[in-house]
């Protein structure tokens, strides 16, 4: 799937449907991704060039041979700092599938969505092979028994890669700012305003944003979309039509939707609702 804008970045992805594990592997050159996050656990590897991106509110550099894992939730971009771009692969583990698994394999770290990583980047032979493999079994269609062996193989590892799981909770998060994420997350389909956010704070509008951003990385605007496209995604991959998502979701309308979905996650909503259920739009 290459991208209209530059001819040169191509995506391709696909979803097992026994598993919901998504899987893709594509090619950027400049900008990759717009700031987004996921439900899933993402767990993947550079194969080619340097890739480049904002995660946990630090700068990451990977190269080949290192792994890359994202907890569900963490806000994250892309981009490439040189000419000849970055490829990657990416698994998109859905918490409900890890949890299951993570239960019969007894890696009981791994159980929850309070599970963590020591490391965004990992230099690690033996847990990039474990990546690579299990998406070449997944991507490539290899059948039920290579998916389900290399998959445990890749929970193995990743059961050395955790760290204690953070309290509950974000601490800068005060009881104030926690009631307009609250608000947020209620209220994701309606149209609130600065104004009624400020109020459910008990503070103005201007120390709102900061103090919401210092705690949740994001001014409150865009923290809504983020929410709205996570459950965009949701939606789309039970076959709900991007027109129905955006109505339920809040976006203005389906190109509003559109435009938000594809910068942060280069596929219009059709395609990602095609390849997870092979219903065109």
């Known amino acids: 799937m290459p991208s209209p804008l530059n001819p040169t970045n191509w995506l391709t992805a696909r979803r097992d449907v026994e598993t919901g594990i998504e899987s893709l592997r594509a090619h950027f050159s400049g900008h990759a991704y717009d700031p987004h996050d996921h439900d899933d656990m993402l767990i993947g590897y550079t194969e080619q060039g340097v890739q480049r991106f904002q995660c946990h ?21 892309g981009h490439a700092p040189e000419a000849a771009g970055f490829t990657y692969a990416m698994l998109y583990l859905p918490q409900a599938w890890v949890e299951r698994a993570a239960r019969r394999l007894d890696l009981p770290g791994l ?14 032979r033996a847990l ?5 493999q299990a ?48 608000l947020l997350h209620e209220r994701m389909d309606g149209n609130l305003g600065l104004d009624e956010l400020a109020d459910a704070a008990g503070i ?16 409150p605007h865009a923290y809504l979309v983020r929410l709205r496209l996570r459950a ?8 709900r039509t ?4 955006a109505a339920e979701v809040g976006f203005a309308d389906q190109s509003h939707l559109g435009r938000w979905f ?20």
Not at 206 to 219: D, M, V
Not at 242 to 245: E, F, L, S, T
Request: proline share 7%; aromatic share 6%.
């Open 242 to 245: 991007p027109a129905q998502v």
């Open 57 to 77: 509110r630090s700068l990451h550099t990977s190269v080949p041979g290192r792994a890359i894992l994202i907890e569900p939730g963490a806000l994250h971009d």
């Open 262 to 281: 594809r910068r942060a996650y280069r596929m219009t909503p059709a395609a990602y609702r095609q390849m997870c259920t092979n219903v065109p739009d």
């Open 135 to 182: 998406f070449v079994a997944l991507h490539g269609n290899e059948g039920r028994l290579a998916r389900d062996q290399t998959l445990d193989r890749l929970l193995l590892q990743l059961g050395a890669q955790l760290r204690d799981a953070p309290l509950a909770g974000d601490p800068a998060a005060s009881p104030a700012i926690a009631r307009v994420r609250d």
């Open 204 to 219: 103005d509008r201007f120390r709102l944003t900061r103090l919401f951003q210092r705690a949740f990385g994001t001014p």
């Open 111 to 124: 159980v929850g969505v309070e599970s963590a990583f020591g490391h965004t980047l990992v230099d690690d």
């Open 232 to 239: 965009a995604r949701r939606l789309l991959a039970t076959g």
């Open 128 to 132: 990039v092979d474990a990546i690579r």
